[in-house]
């Protein structure tokens, strides 16, 4: 009976420290995009009169919301 409760209370102080998904590595993602200025660094094309850092900057936001979402999705446990 002793060996269950030390087997729990491991699993409480440490709950992700088991979480190894693959999924995992999207995340890196939203991490890297920004820190690529070249793709961003620039006044044309421009898109309904923003120039390419305002909508790239709104792109790579909601590129961050849907990986964040999808890996989510992947790796909660139900």
Same mark, same amino acid.
């Given at each position: 009976? $002793?060996e269950?409760?030390?087997?729990?209370s491991r $699993? !409480?102080?440490? #709950?992700? !420290? !088991?979480?190894?998904?693959?999924? +995992?590595?999207?995340l890196?993602?939203?991490?890297?995009? #920004?820190?690529?200025?070249?793709w961003? +660094?620039a006044?044309?094309?421009r898109?309904?009169g923003?120039?390419?850092?305002?909508? &790239? %900057?709104? /792109?790579?936001i /909601?590129?961050g919301?849907? *990986? *964040? *979402?999808?890996?989510? %999705? &992947?790796?909660?446990r139900?």
């Open positions: 009976m $002793k269950v409760c030390r087997d729990r $699993k !409480a102080r440490h #709950p992700r !420290a !088991a979480d190894k998904s693959p999924w +995992n590595w999207l890196f993602i939203p991490i890297v995009l #920004p820190l690529v200025t070249v961003y +660094n006044d044309s094309p898109l309904l923003f120039p390419r850092f305002y909508w &790239m %900057q709104l /792109a790579i /909601a590129v919301v849907g *990986t *964040t *979402t999808l890996v989510y %999705q &992947m790796t909660k139900r």
